[in-house]
T-cell receptor
């Protein structure tokens, strides 16, 4: 069975640009969460989507936005990129937002902002 | 914001040894999870715990959900070189949907 897939694998952008990251959850999973992981730290929660609705938002500026599509895939968008946005962006999927909170992570997208 | 405390940052053990890691918080968590991350990869779920006092094993790994619900422990027995990686604890607060709060991780090195 395919796990969580993310694209692209790596990305280099310039300050001020915009970026879109994509995620496909495990088949049958309806919830997708996005995390940011900077070097030397644990992942930090950005968003959770379940059944196309935002169910949670972390402490990130409005430059960060996301959406979930009818097939449960998701996009994370970041506008007006800053150097500090350089990080590994992880997508995690789970079956529901209900009693099972086991989240399965993809390999991540490595974003470098120059 | 909420924080999970993991220390030390790094651990060095000899192949075949057992190792224990703990994770503490000032807040009560309803779910504890342990992940392992290797370079260039996303975190891989090792064990999930849902009840205070719960003890769960996955092969050579055993984890426990602390009675106070403010801590969790992971034990790796008879370590092997492929146990090398960064071990993260993660917790979920009541009403936090699927949001997980992660510790900073412990880097484990295993000497052959």
């Amino acid at each position: 069975d395919a796990g969580v897939t993310q694209s692209p694998t790596h990305l280099i952008k310039t300050r001020g640009q915009h970026v879109t990251l994509r995620c496909s959850p495990i088949s049958g999973h309806k919830s997708v969460s996005w995390y940011q992981q900077v070097l030397g730290q644990g992942p930090q929660f950005i968003f959770q989507y379940y059944e196309k609705e935002e169910r949670g938002r972390g402490n990130f500026p409005d430059r960060f936005s996301a959406r979930q599509f009818p097939n449960y895939s998701s996009e994370l968008n970041v506008n007006a990129l800053l150097l500090g946005d350089s990080a590994l962006y992880l997508c995690a999927s789970s079956f529901t937002g209900g009693s099972s909170y086991e989240q399965y992570f993809g390999p991540g997208t490595r974003l470098t902002v120059t | 914001g909420q924080q999970l405390n993991q220390s030390p940052q790094s651990m060095f053990i000899q192949e075949g040894e057992d190792v224990s890691m703990n994770c503490t918080s000032s807040s009560i968590f309803n779910t504890w999870l342990w992940y392992k991350q290797e370079p260039g990869e996303g975190p891989v779920l090792l064990i999930a715990l849902y009840k205070a006092g719960e003890l769960t094993s996955n092969g050579r790994l055993t984890a426990q959900f602390g009675i106070t619900r403010k801590d969790s422990f992971l034990n790796i027995s008879a370590s092997i070189p492929s146990d090398v990686g960064i071990y993260f604890c993660a917790g979920r607060l009541t009403g936090a949907n699927s949001k997980l709060t992660f510790g900073k991780g412990i880097t484990l090195s295993v000497r052959p």
